[in-house]
């Protein structure tokens, strides 16, 4: 079956821009988490939706923003782009189940210059 | 915060087993033990976890202790495609939740 995908793979954006990126979860699940990756914080959890609503948030700032479809495909925002906002993103795709499993997708690479 | 602490980073022979350890002393009763390794830029990919007893999968075995304050996790026989970040998670059973906290983890670094 399909795995995570996350568009795009790679972006290069100017300060002060904002940018959407898109991750669609494997067919069959309703929640999607969003991570950023950076060598000097490491994988931090950004937020979680589940059928549509937010369910868990972490701490970031107001200008990262997201939101879930009726399918369960997910975008992230973040307005007013800084330096250091360039990072790999990362959307997991979250089994349902006793268990929870989560499956991440290759990430989008977000230069800001 | 995380609530495991790993070493930063450990070496093994190719071909020999690789012992992760992984410290979670303030694990409560309802959280599960679950272990993720991320290669080079790539998602982090899911390996085993547990709650309380061993558990064997094709890739890996767990060995949680009897108090479930530590774990190790086993490669049986490293190759130098296990070279990776292993990171070790506590995650409550709460049903449906992709909160996952990730510490700092191991970088394993499979020799030939």
């Known amino acids: 079956k399909a795995g995570v995908t996350q568009t795009p793979r790679y972006l290069i954006k100017t300060r002060g821009q904002q940018v959407t990126l898109s991750c669609s979860p494997i067919s069959g699940h309703r929640s999607v988490s969003w991570y950023q990756q950076t060598p000097g914080q490491g994988l931090q959890f950004l937020f979680e939706?589940?059928?549509?609503?937010?369910?868990n948030k972490g701490n970031f700032p107001g200008r990262f923003s997201g939101r879930q479809f009726s399918n369960s495909r997910s975008e992230m925002n973040v307005s007013t782009l800084e330096l250091g906002d360039s990072a790999l993103y990362l959307c997991?795709?979250?089994?349902?189940?006793?268990?929870?499993?989560?499956?991440f997708g290759q990430g989008t690479r977000l230069t800001v210059v | 915060d995380a609530k495991t602490t790993q070493p930063p980073s450990m070496d093994c022979a190719e071909g020999r087993a690789a012992n992760l350890p992984c410290n979670h002393s303030t694990i409560s009763g309802n959280e599960y033990v679950y272990w993720y390794r991320q290669i080079h830029s790539q998602g982090p990919q899911y390996i085993i976890h547990?709650?309380?007893n061993n558990e064997t999968n094709e890739m890996a075995s767990l060995i949680i202790t009897e108090d479930r304050k530590s774990s190790t996790l086993i490669l049986p026989h490293a190759t130098l495609r296990d070279t990776a970040v292993y990171y070790c998670?506590?995650?409550?059973?709460?049903?449906?939740?992709?909160?996952?906290?990730f510490g700092q983890g191991t970088t394993l670094q499979v020799k030939p």
């Open positions: 998670i506590v995650r409550p059973y709460s049903g449906n939740t992709g909160k996952l906290i």
């Open positions: 547990g709650l309380k």
């Open positions: 997991a795709s979250i089994r349902d189940g006793e268990t929870p499993e989560a499956f």
């Open positions: 939706y589940f059928s549509e609503t937010q369910r």
